[in-house]
């Protein structure tokens, strides 16, 4: 199997596969450890943590990595970004992602304590000022992605202006549930990818059951753009609140935790998150990029590896004896 070797500052997972970071405790250490252990970089969503918190789950995905690589996801649009920098950094984090936003100062933390800072972009400009920035990779993150979107282009359109543009490794993600679609993106230059929506149906992902089955449930039509609170589009699975969220009847918060530097205000996005996690989906908005439908299984970690690099190899013998 020839697969590009990732090269993240001094950090060389076994496989070029990351586990994208999800806020409200979506990733969480025992799936965060589990695909560091299997060989991929594990992420912790921080957002939407306390400090002491994220301190204690980076603590549990290191005893459950065996060695292997753990990575942190924070929101710049976070009004707790800093301090969850800082708390990352100073429990010894591997390495520290970041989107919603863009931070200068964030580069000058990670120098001057040897911790990589991983933007996620969404375009050759932002990727050009984040390599300018010390950014020793980057996540060309398209449309497809769950969550937050910061563009309304197809990772297939700017992983290749991506990869152009800068002369950092670009680790495409969204969209991605296979083997075949890594393949697809490491020959257009990539050197790895970051999947998010595969590894919410794993055993290890602690999310409720309810968000599970949302997941395997989900027809490609029920996948849909909302707007957040936080002034960008997000992408999730159409239910009773996402409904609501449609007609501009979304409830409107009973109290404010301020958890956000910019908030509309329209719906509270960290209740609505809760909810989903916890098992309230009916009250809750269901994050998920736009190929969920196409998965079919919860897995253990160890499995989906397998799966995928399986797949993977597959789709390399293709394209030999084409
Ligand atoms: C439930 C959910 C929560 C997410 N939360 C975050 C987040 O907190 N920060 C972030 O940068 N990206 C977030 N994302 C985006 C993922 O990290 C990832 O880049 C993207 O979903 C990849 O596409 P895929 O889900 O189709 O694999 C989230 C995605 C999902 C599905």
Redesign the pocket.
Known sequence: MQLPVLEIDNLRPRYPIIQ?????R??TAPLAGAVARAGGIG?I?A??MALAELEEEIRQARSLADGGIIGV???FAAQQFAELVHTSINAGIDVV????GFSREIFQWGKETGTPIVS?VSSAKAAVLAEKCGAPAV?A?GF?????LGTDRSVKEIVPQIVKAVKIPVIA?????NGQDMADMIKMGASGV???????LSEECTVSDQFKQAYLQAQQEDVVIIKSPVGLPG?AIRNALVKRIELGQAPKPEECLHCLKKCSHEYCIIKA?INSTEGRTDDGV???????YKIKDILSVDEIFAKILNEYDQAQSIKKSE
Do not use: D
């Open positions: 994208g970071g999800m806020a409200v979506v990733s992420v969503g957002t939407g996801n924070i929101m992602f970041t989107g919603a996620i996540v993150e497809e992605a769950g969550g937050h993600a969204g969209g991605m549930v970051q999947m998010a929506t595969r590894f919410v992408r998150l269901i994050f998920s990029g736009q190929n969920v």
